[in-house]
């Protein structure tokens, strides 16, 4: 047994009284500890983490840093609350994702939320106003996942998938080229086949149109909902209704793009279409041998990492508990409920539970029975300062798909699609290509000066429309995630419905092409293991 403790207090905190057989003792991560009381062992350990994860709760916001006391009565040793990574205690009964108890049980919620991205925060802020308490766990900082470095733009103009009719072709023509607009690396691992297979069947026109009608309610609501949302909260995170632009090199590729137009079109997404003149009266920045564009003025932009930080203001000002750098490594169920998450920071319990850790959720939620169908898109992006002349809205580039977004305090190229599991390191081809790209098609690429080269992990479905189902097994516990590369996008209209389920009220959309039962039963059938 690992003995997580310190021999005395500092600052942050101060030794309890102890009882007779009892002490207790704050214990603080940075230090090689021992136990304060004899054990036979003498057992140490090294806290790793360098800095308390923060607490924050009560209208004011004002953080706290949680106590993390260890208890030793001479005969058990049991970790009440601690949140450092190292704290692995195997106790009588095991941290797993099956029954059984992993440390203390804390303050109890109505409902806890499992991730800290922009869809698990809007899910958090729609149950606050729903009257719930609410508990947030994320297991690095808030908005450290895809949500940072995207590209903020809220986009209904995209209700096509990239499941579509010759997409399995431009794929297997891109596979070996590292600077390919969507690069899929060989795996061996059956459940990226399968799930290729499912992404396969989905390019079919007549499941392309299903998909289509999907996408655009969410995005469409949400489009919406935003405005309400950053007036009635004030949110300071570069809102501007502005529109896409869309441009075109090429004739050929604008006349190829129009069958998709005019399916939009026939879902009441519009567009204006721009010739060369118009294109350049609009958008001064871009370069004299582009050849034509769209205009769709339902769209707008925002900086992604300031709306994470004005929602995590936001939901903690309504009294939300949001626990950061905790990691859930299982759930307790009984009868047919989830009753707990257990963490490295203890056992948190509620009555409802909400899965929105994007890529990870299919690994967190197989000990709940599930086999998502989810795997990590890698997409990339890199910021820098305004290019000078700087474009005025958001612009896609169509032959190299790659898109740029302005906003006053910066700029930001991305795009780009990698299929290869969790690899977390940069791609160089891959980040020069964006570079590339914007060079040809406007007069100032880039900033000169660049704040960040990134890379991120979309949550994919094989049909790109999002999970937002309850869990068969325990139906207590929704899942949210699956939202590709539209999670800023589809965030207000998510969050909506996740509230509406907890609630138990009939839901403002069909939430049916959002259903887990579109997969098929063998995805409730995963085996029960320990989560991540």
Known sequence: MRLPCLPEPCSRGSIEGPSSTTQ???AFPGRRVTCPLPHPR?????CRRTELPRVFSGSGGEGRVPKRWCRYDG??????CASVESHQLRASSKRT?????????TERSDVLVIGGGVIGLACALALLEEGSSVRLVERDTLGSGASHGNLGMIMPSHALPLTRPGMMRDLLRWMWRSDSPVLVRPSLDPLFFAWGLRFARSCRREAMLGIMRGRQALLESSRD?????????????EWEPCGLLEVFERAESMEATEPSHDLLEGIGVHAEVLDHDGLMNLEPALRDDVYGGRLHLRDARLRPEKLVAELGRVVRAKGAAVVEGTVVSGFDTRAGRVCAVMTDAGRFEAEHFVVAAGAWSAKLCRPLGLRLPVQPGKGYSITTSRPGPCPRRGVVFHEANMA??????????????????????LSRPRLEALRAGARRYLRAPFGEQ?????????PMTPDELPILSRVPRYPNTVVATGHGMMGVSMAPATAKLVAEMV??????????PYSLARFGAKHYRARHGQAH
């Open 24 to 26: 207790q003792y704050l």
């Open 75 to 80: 005969a058990s040793v049991r970790l009440c």
């Open 503 to 512: 609630a138990g009220r009939e839901p403002f959309l069909d939430v049916t």
């Open 225 to 237: 909902l935003y405005v309400e949302l950053v007036g009635s909260e004030e949110l300071d995170c």
């Open 404 to 425: 740029v977004t302005p906003w006053e305090s910066g700029y930001r190229m991305g795009g780009t699609m990698e299929f290869g599991g969790f690899d977390e390191r």
């Open 450 to 458: 660049t704040s960040e080269e990134w890379c991120g992990f979309r």
């Open 42 to 46: 003498g057992q140490v350990c090294i």
């Open 97 to 105: 994702g099956g029954r059984g108890g992993g440390g203390p049980v």
